[in-house]
Antibody, heavy 123, light 108 residues
Framework: EVQLLESGGGLVQPGGSLRLSCVVSGLTFSNYAMSWVRQAPGKGLEWVSSISGSGGGTYYADSVKGRFTISRDNSKNTLYLQMNSLRAEDTAVYYC????????????????WGQGALVTAPS | SYELTQPPSVSVSPGQTARITCSGDALPKKYAYWYQQKSGQAPVLVIY???KRPSGIPERFSGSSSGTVATLTISGAQVEDESDYYCYSTDSSGNEGVFGGGTKLTVL
């Protein structure tokens, strides 16, 4: 059974940093691209960042570029999101999502999702 | 940045056909994916690569894409289909993912 388990969410002051983790089990982790998707309270889904299965390709939304860093440790089956210079508008539930494809780029569906981690940066 | 446009809401009676559209300039070149999200839950994939249905998704869910518009169709909508629905794709370069704004489907 495939499972994704996020951790690391919490309350952080604007300008602060936080690192989210997502541990994946039940599959060969390095075979799949992974992504972070967030949802602000009462709002829609927003794509944040993606990384290829090898870790060689990373992609970011303009809203987080230069502040967030996505990475993965395939030996630990873990995906990370390092979030720096947090703003009030970063407050959201952050989901990790597994792609059906090893690379990112217009192919691959998100077929498994974590339960979400809440990040709160009050204004 | 690239945008996908969905209607904010769609309403149908039980048993009717619900159609939710998603428009974007890159859709002629890039696949559309559709996700269903119920309140407080993670999204669930219901259509991938424009018109393919994952195992476990009822046959009443179908997808199509023509030109710059992708469409999710729910034939014979049921009360349990009431959810928010999001389309997803990437820009023409494939370097930026994007979700549509979401459509709230009401079945009553």
């Amino acid at each position: 059974e495939v499972q994704l388990l996020e951790s690391g969410g919490g309350l952080v002051q604007p300008g602060g940093s936080l690192r989210l983790s997502c541990v994946v089990s039940g599959l060969t982790f390095s075979n799949y691209a992974m992504s972070w998707v967030r949802q602000a309270p009462g709002k829609g889904l927003e794509w944040v960042s993606s990384i290829s299965g090898s870790g060689g390709g990373t992609y970011y939304a303009d809203s987080v570029k230069g502040r967030f860093t996505i990475s993965r440790d395939n030996s630990k089956n873990t995906l990370y999101l390092q979030m720096n210079s947090l703003r009030a508008e970063d407050t959201a539930v952050y989901y990790c999502a597994k792609s059906t494809h090893p690379t990112f780029g217009g192919v691959g569906a998100y077929d498994y999702w974590g339960q979400g981690a809440l990040v709160t940066a009050p204004s | 940045s690239y945008e996908l446009t969905q209607p904010p809401s769609v309403s149908v009676s039980p048993g009717q056909t619900a159609r939710i559209t998603c428009s974007g300039d890159a859709l002629p070149k890039k696949y559309a994916y559709w996700y269903q999200q119920k309140s407080g839950q993670a999204p669930v994939l219901v259509i991938y690569e424009d018109n393919k249905r994952p195992s476990g998704i009822p046959e009443r869910f179908s997808g199509s894409s023509s030109g710059t518009v992708a469409t999710l169709t729910i034939s014979g909508a049921q009360v349990e289909d009431e959810s928010d629905y999001y389309c997803y794709s990437t820009d023409s370069s494939g370097n930026e993912g994007v979700f549509g704004g979401g459509t709230k489907l009401t079945v009553l």
